[in-house]
């Protein structure tokens, strides 16, 4: 048996050994040419292991996998450091003025997209006689709705959007994990018989609220707390370290309190990022700060995109699943499409890159490590595989084909707007 130290070596020198080998041939941007990476060596070595079956070669690749605890390590580890990483570039002027968009994209177009996602999986899994009930159908549709800001905005910045857009879509991505995470424990709740599901439409409204608004009151208090800590100290070293028990803390407080991590984390992140940085920190502390969260940024997304991957291997292909995989992928954007368009449309009717920053919207809402994560956590039973490839399917195709004609569908749908035209 190895050691966890070993584990993590070893993936840091796949990590290391497939951004060299992208850098120098691929060409691709950093995390999808990891995940490409990683699943076409998995799909060779499963090839290989399928001619010669004596090698064992899948079994070995899935002990693997399950060493790594992929769901765990995300949603109990890296979440935390990646939200406040993303939370710590927002700016919180550009945040507030958009502040009724991103609340109606993050919450309602969240939980519209899950129920019309759920719709059309039930209606997938009728067609094809997948036997999933309606209650894992709304499963599938919380685990897939939560969009992931990873890659998107460094494209956005680089082609230059409207800074209004740019905070849209920032702040959307950072909220919407939290209320996506919410929905998939009330939905597989439900699925699993748990006592929640004697609760009326009432109760689980109140529960929702509860863990979404308690999350985000949590990371307000300790945000401040840690405000006024950074006020009285002038070392870079010491308000790193605080940044780190901030990050970490809050995220497990949350959980110990039966309130969204990945909310509390976000609003945390959001305070120090534009108050402590502008108001208690020097101009020595903010460029470390800004470096080694970039840093850990960095980091954890090619250990993420190089175990999403790498989970291919987890997945027992069935020809009726790939095939609800190949008619969600549709079904998943035009959904993207009518939530994203009745929540945000409403409030942006004068401006003039509406209909643009929709399309950007819908094509920029790629799906990652958080659905694989959530869908790969689900208790092991006949509902488990259908959605786990499907998920997996969408992610893919997401971060694969979405990610890379991004720039392409965003310089194409605001071409001739500036800057100003988004304030």
């Given at each position: 048996m190895h050691s966890p130290f070993d584990l993590l070596a070893l993936l840091l020198v796949l990590s290391a050994g497939l951004a060299y080998l992208n850098c120098r041939f691929m060409k691709l941007p950093l995390t999808v040419g990891l995940l490409?990476?990683?699943?076409?060596?998995?799909?060779i070595l499963i090839a290989l292991d399928a001619?010669?079956?004596?090698?064992?070669?899948?079994?070995?690749i899935r002990d693997l996998i399950s060493r790594i605890n992929f769901p765990a390590a995300l949603l109990d580890g890296f979440l935390a450091f990646l939200l406040f990483a993303g939370a710590l570039h927002v700016n919180f002027a550009d945040l507030l003025a958009r502040k009724w968009t991103i609340l109606a994209l993050a919450i309602l177009a969240t939980v519209l997209s899950a129920?019309?996602?759920a719709g059309a999986m039930f209606a997938a899994s009728?067609?094809?006689?997948?036997?999933?009930?309606?209650?894992?159908?709304?499963v599938f549709g919380a685990l897939i709705s939560p969009t992931d800001p990873v890659s998107v905005l460094d494209v956005l910045k680089r082609i230059g959007i409207p800074r209004g857009?740019?905070?849209t879509v920032a702040g959307e991505s950072l909220f919407n994990d939290g209320i996506g995470v919410v929905l998939f424990t009330l939905a597989l709740s439900l699925a699993t018989g748990d006592p929640i599901d004697r609760f009326g439409p009432a109760t689980i409204a109140g529960l929702f609220l509860l863990q979404a608004v308690g999350g985000g009151l949590l990371g307000l208090g300790f945000g401040y707390l840690t405000l006024l800590l950074v006020r009285g100290v002038d070392d870079y070293n010491v308000e790193l370290i605080i940044s780190l028990a901030l990050a970490s803390g809050t995220y497990s407080a949350a959980g110990l309190l039966g309130v969204s991590g990945p909310i509390a984390v976000v609003v945390a992140g959001i305070i120090i990022g534009n108050q402590g940085?502008?108001?208690?920190?020097?101009?020595?502390?903010?460029?470390?700060?800004?470096?080694?969260?970039?840093?850990?940024?960095?980091?954890l997304n090619a250990l993420l995109f190089l175990t999403i991957g790498l989970e291919i291997a987890s997945i027992d292909l069935d020809v009726r699943s790939i095939i609800a995989a190949a008619a969600m992928i549709p079904a998943a954007l035009l959904i993207?499409?009518?939530?994203?368009?009745?929540?945000?449309?409403?409030?942006?009717?004068?401006?003039p890159h509406r209909y643009g920053g929709l399309l950007v919207l819908t094509w920029g809402g790629l799906r990652g490590g958080l659905s694989v994560a959530m869908a790969l956590s689900l208790p092991d039973g006949p509902n488990k595989g259908p959605i786990l490839t499907v998920a997996y399917g969408i992610v893919v195709f997401s971060i694969v084909v979405q990610g890379l004609t991004l720039e392409r569908v965003a310089?194409?749908?605001?071409?001739?707007?500036?800057d100003e035209s988004s304030r």
């Open positions: 490409v990476g990683a699943a076409a060596g998995t799909l001619l010669l079956p004596d090698l064992g070669l899948k079994l070995a129920g019309l996602t009728r067609w094809l006689g997948l036997g999933l009930s309606f209650a894992w159908c709304l857009l740019q905070a940085m502008d108001g208690a920190m020097s101009e020595m502390t903010r460029q470390h700060l800004r470096t080694f969260w970039r840093l850990v940024e960095e980091i993207r499409w009518f939530s994203v368009t009745i929540s945000a449309l409403p409030l942006n009717l004068r401006l310089r194409r749908a605001l071409s001739g707007l500036d």
